[in-house]
């Protein structure tokens, strides 16, 4: 919990009623961000985001396994957050806990649909290799390095990059009669299929800071917030998910106004992430 004497807190609150908060941005304006790629040589694909003060990495690795019985069409993919120790004080020791489920549930929620995989971000039917035989499981471990507010869609950014990062071995498959029609598989070493990132969304969060929402809260923004509410967006404007924490209850209409407000700066924090992955990828050119 960020510790605030009550005239910061005036301070906070007062600078969003007029629309110009601590660090001198305004109601719906993102912080500085920067993008890294490649930086977990063992896994397919890995990412480093960094939002201001909060920084996170995201790492995909994928690895041969069976459909379900229930969906043998789809692959599988399983998200799981981390906080570091050092990450802020409250995480020493099992303080972290907590809000590592949370992240996790909601990047679960806003990326992944329902437990059918209806509604998921992430087409589940692209992993298959053999339908009801053999497809690819998706393991996304997300890990907060340094945190200063809005980690949820740090996280949600740096999946995506991950993703984006994420080359997916080429398959060869024979089906064999002695074994019951079960497929060989043979996984290429040197050629790989880039994952399909078009359909994965970003996450925007809107933080409710008296009678106002702000996007990308710092901590201490976000230690005065009533709710927040956080929503999944693609690139083409359709809503993916929806999660909000926070006790305060919101009525329906101050909802759907936040969700529009979301859909409309999604936009904008696309092309940033898209200039900052730009240019993580002409450094790694180098």
């Known amino acids: 919990m960020v510790g605030l004497s009550e005239g910061e807190k005036h301070f906070i609150r007062g600078g969003i009623a007029q629309d110009l908060r601590a660090d001198g941005r305004r109601r719906l304006q993102f912080r500085a961000l920067t993008v890294e790629t490649g930086i977990i040589p063992q896994a397919n694909g890995s990412a480093r985001v960094r939002m201001g003060a909060t920084e996170v990495i995201a790492s995909v690795k994928a690895e041969l396994g069976k459909p379900t019985i229930l969906h043998p069409d789809k692959g599988k993919v399983s998200i799981y957050v981390d906080c570091s120790p050092t990450a802020a004080p409250m995480f020493e020791g099992r303080g972290s806990e907590e809000l590592s489920a949370e992240l996790s549930v909601g990047l679960q929620r806003c990326l992944l649909g329902g437990k059918s995989g209806a509604g998921a971000a992430i087409d589940l039917s692209s992993l298959i290799v053999v339908e009801g035989k053999a497809c690819w499981d998706l393991y996304i471990d997300g890990l907060v390095v340094s945190s200063d507010g809005n980690l949820l869609d740090a996280l949600a950014a740096a999946i995506k990059?991950?993703?984006s990062d994420t080359g997916i071995p080429k398959v060869n498959v024979s089906l064999n009669n002695e074994t019951d029609g079960e497929p060989e598989v043979d996984i290429s070493d040197e050629e790989f299929l880039q994952f399909d990132t078009s359909g994965v969304p970003v996450i925007i969060t809107l933080t409710k800071v008296g009678k106002h929402y702000i996007v990308d809260a710092?901590?201490?923004?976000?230690?005065?917030?009533?709710?927040?509410?956080?929503?999944?967006?693609?690139?083409?404007?359709?809503i993916c998910g929806l999660t909000k924490r926070g006790g305060a209850g919101l009525d329906p209409s101050v909802i759907f106004d936040m969700i529009s407000v979301a859909k409309n700066v999604s936009q904008?924090?696309?092309?940033?992430?898209?200039?900052?992955?730009?240019a993580a990828e002409a450094v790694a050119d180098e």
């Open 161 to 163: 990059v991950a993703l």
């Open 218 to 238: 710092t901590s201490e923004e976000e230690s005065q917030m009533s709710s927040a509410v956080s929503v999944s967006v693609n690139s083409h404007g359709q």
């Open 268 to 278: 904008r924090f696309y092309t940033l992430l898209e200039s900052a992955f730009a």
